[in-house]
């Protein structure tokens, strides 16, 4: 017998607590938080007057977001600035967020980085030719988003 999952709808309070509990776990954007509050069934007066509270209790906060998704993807998955960027961007943060987000990053750490990326990607490369191996490991370097200029001097200090 084929049955449907039934859809639940929670009453604005209700939906308060659940979205505390949905913040408290990790940090969320509102536009997260705002489609988690719409899949509950609530009206849109609802969810935006439950995002501002959200915001004003600190379970929403963007900024705090921004540098937390910077220090996760710069540090564990050794993104570069433009791909962190473009990737705060599509969840909607402000500027602003993603310049105080971008604190995050130490300048050395990125850099190493950049050079362990490099490396790793050179020894595993299969290219002999040197022009279009540097060319693949400069292609590869660019899609971690890591800045041009700074990819082509890790390439010349590896010196293929």
């Keep these: 017998m084929d049955q449907q999952k039934k859809k639940k709808y929670y009453t604005p309070k209700e939906?308060?607590?659940k979205a505390a509990a949905y913040c408290a776990y990790q940090d969320r954007t509102q536009q997260e938080v705002r489609d988690k509050l719409y899949s509950y069934g609530l009206e849109s007066d609802d969810v935006e007057e439950l995002i501002v509270r959200l915001s004003q209790e600190k379970m929403i906060d963007e900024?705090?977001?921004a540098q937390s998704y910077v220090r996760g993807k710069y540090g564990l998955k050794k993104?570069?600035?433009?791909k962190i960027v473009q990737g705060l961007k599509s969840k909607g943060i402000s500027d602003y967020c993603i310049k105080q987000g971008l604190k995050e990053i130490d300048l050395e750490v990125y850099e190493q980085n950049l050079l362990y990326l490099l490396e790793k990607k050179n020894t595993t490369e299969k290219?002999?030719?040197p022009f279009l191996r540097r060319q693949k490991l400069s292609y590869y370097l660019l899609s971690k988003g890591y800045e041009n200029d700074l990819v082509q001097d890790a390439l010349k200090s590896l010196e293929l």
């Design 15 to 17: 939906a308060l607590i």
């Design 63 to 65: 900024e705090r977001y």
């Design 79 to 82: 993104w570069g600035r433009r």
């Design 127 to 129: 290219e002999k030719n």
